[in-house]
């Protein structure tokens, strides 16, 4: 395993110093809030700033189902501590979101679709790394090129081409109705697919592998790494998405898949050899971590 990967940092530290409470509630305080206007609805965007500006990059999040941006508090902390401004919607599926009811099941994809696509036209001409968790890591992939269903009034194509990188954590397999195994073939930016062998749907016999099918599918040759973390389930033990479960908190696998993909967005988003070489010693077919290339 390489330097970066099995260190521990300070971010880590003190995130196993404190409580994951305490995480969320400095995430919400340190985050700017403001409302963006998509399509007459009313979007809340959160925006945090990196200690040191101009930031290095910038990430759109996008959270999972049911969840908020700032349940993932250890993951975008190490982001940030790595220069990268982050912003994130809170979509119309969240628990906290006060519209929750008006799109049951499915009526929420549409939605999402909008708030991603109006971040985007904010930014202009400036390319991002479209990142997510879960539903959310579905919505990132499609940006990139992944070629899911195109919702009722919502003009297509869907992909977006200022995305330089895709951050994909536990996305779902496909899905009839929403994205299929040749959808996901057409991923068209270097990425980073991840799931554990834990990360198993409740009330399923599927298994963890299915997570793997947008990596499985994706064309050779286009920089797409898979990431499989022995013990891992679909939130960290509480520590992103649900932060209200008992745990324990696997706040040290997070940080080995933090630091991985920070390496992924060193080595293509900012076209740094150094990085794609220390990907390449990263490899590895067997151990608690498994990262393959493709």
Not at 152 to 159: D, F, I, K, M, S
């Amino acid at each position: 395993m390489s330097r970066t990967l099995t260190k521990f940092t300070g971010w880590l530290l003190l995130g196993l110093a404190l409580t994951l409470g305490a995480l969320q509630a400095g995430a919400q305080e340190g985050a700017h809030q403001r409302v963006l206007e998509v399509d007459g609805r009313e979007v809340s965007v959160w925006t945090w700033q990196p200690a040191t500006l101009p930031a290095r990059g910038i990430i759109l999040f996008s959270h999972g189902a049911a969840s908020a941006p700032w349940k993932y508090a250890p993951l975008l902390s190490r982001w940030l501590a790595a220069g990268y401004e982050v912003r994130a919607p809170l979509h119309v599926d969240s628990t906290d979101h006060p519209q929750q009811k008006d799109y049951p099941g499915m009526a929420s994809w549409g939605a999402r679709l909008e708030d991603m696509r109006a971040l985007s036209q904010e930014l202009g001409d400036t390319p991002y790394i479209a990142a997510g968790h879960s539903y959310g890591a579905l919505l990132a992939l499609t940006l990139g090129g992944a070629e899911a269903s195109v919702p009722e009034g919502l003009q297509g194509p869907l992909a977006d081409p200022a995305v330089s990188v895709v951050l994909a954590f536990s996305p779902p397999p496909a899905l009839p109705g929403l994205i299929s195994k040749e959808g996901y073939a057409t991923l068209a930016r270097p990425a980073l697919i991840q799931t554990g062998t834990r990360d198993i749907p409740m009330g399923t016999e599927s298994g963890w592998e299915p997570h793997l099918d947008s990596f499985e599918a994706a064309a050779a040759g286009g920089n797409r790494y898979g990431l499989v973390l022995e013990g891992v389930d679909h939130y960290f033990g509480g520590a992103i998405c649900r932060p209200e479960l008992e745990g324990p908190k696997q706040l040290a696998q997070l940080e080995i898949a933090a630091d991985i993909s920070l390496l992924v967005i060193h080595a293509y988003a900012e076209h740094d050899e150094a990085a794609q070489a220390e990907l390449q010693q990263a490899l590895a077919a067997s151990g608690d971590t498994v990262l393959m290339q493709k």
